[in-house]
């Protein structure tokens, strides 16, 4: 547990809501995150925005996510020679256009050069709309010279900004709990002017907290919970920089897919639009950021910081550090047996990578990879062809630099097999389709 964060943690009351676009409250946390450059890509893998798990799990996973449905509306667009136009909504610096122009195409994945689906050409625009106006700024002069890719600031509680009267957009996008800023009445006028605004086929991604994720399993069931919640970013701040800086809560909107769903119900007939939740998907179940500092429920394991280590080059994890105990919480039966066969499945696959590497007499249990069933079958199966394949090897430290990375793939490859999109983990995505 980060003793720190929890001592920096502090209750702050945001009930009141002026007038002006830039709210204190979400400024000075965004801000200090951009001043303090935890908010770019050099703080390295084991820390900050973009450590490991965010670049090889949850843009990798929300790019997969976003590509099934973005496909066919892509093919459309390049069958009327229409290029794509994108709003970015709470986009930060442009980090939701990077992620969308490295989707990968569906194809072997071992080609020479990646063959990306949305490449800059078929960008007509991309217009990236928040409220912080040092993330507007940071994001302009990121793109600087793209003349296709603006920033605008604009305050989403008021519902699709000025800014968009450029015409209909055919990918309403946000990444990483943007729209879990807004309350519900907030969210459900924005939708439906989203669905006002857009064309005859549009798509919407929704990125959300997760209402039932381990990470918070203690507020699991409050009343308040169906309301705003205050929310530490305290893991931004690396351990032993927060210095006397308090870190503020602001209040945030977790999310089921039920709920997810009456909403868009609630779109529809509002906008006369359909407006379907065409897939959810539970991004980061055992990963999310505050499993580090257990803030939130201090029984969870520090699993993030485990599998952010197993991705680091050159570094041997103690892989004990991935196993851990799921602790249930009485009249949650349905979320508590999702963790639990998580739980039985994540540790069997520690456990036999922990088997194959320390000892030559194999566990008998671990003998008959035959006898696991999917998608556990196929993560212990990878372990077992990389360590049987990397043996030979005397240099670059195979353990380190290829085992370790295979076996956290493999742990990401489980959580997705297991995910059922109801708002079990961190990040609730959620595909949005709007048509006629
Ligand atoms: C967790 S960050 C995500 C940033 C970016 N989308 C990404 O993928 O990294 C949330 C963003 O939402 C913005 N935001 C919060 N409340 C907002 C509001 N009412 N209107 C517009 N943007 C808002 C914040 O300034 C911040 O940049």
Redesign the pocket.
Known sequence: MNTQAQSAYKEIDHTSRGQSVE?PE??QT?QQAVQNGY?SKDTGGLVG?YDNVRRYWEDELTGLVVRDALEGLLLEKKRALERLRIL?????????YE?LTNIRRRTSGVETTNSLLVTPELVGLYL?????Q??VEQGREIFKGNGKVVFE??????GL?AATGTGPFDLYF??????S??NDE?LENLMTGIAKHAGGHALVVL?LLGKFSYEWQDEWGIETLNQMRNYS?AYLCPDGQTGDKEIEC?PMRYWSQQELEQLLGRVSQRSGRNVNLRRSFDRSILVGRHMDTGLYNPKVPALRRAVNMLHESNHRTDLRDLLFDYHAKPGFDEANRFFEKLQMAWNLVVSYCIDRLSSDQMDPEHKNLDAFLEPVAGAVKTIARVINNVRWMRMGDPRANIIEPQLAYALRSLETGFQQGKGYAHGLIGVVEITD
């Open positions: 709210k979400e400024l965004y908010y925005k970015d909504l709470g986009c930060g610096s442009g980090e939701g992620l990236g709309i928040d409220i912080s040092a993330m600031p604009g305050d989403l509680r008021e900004p946000s990444s990483y709990g943007s729209l800023h807004l907030e990125d970013m602001f």
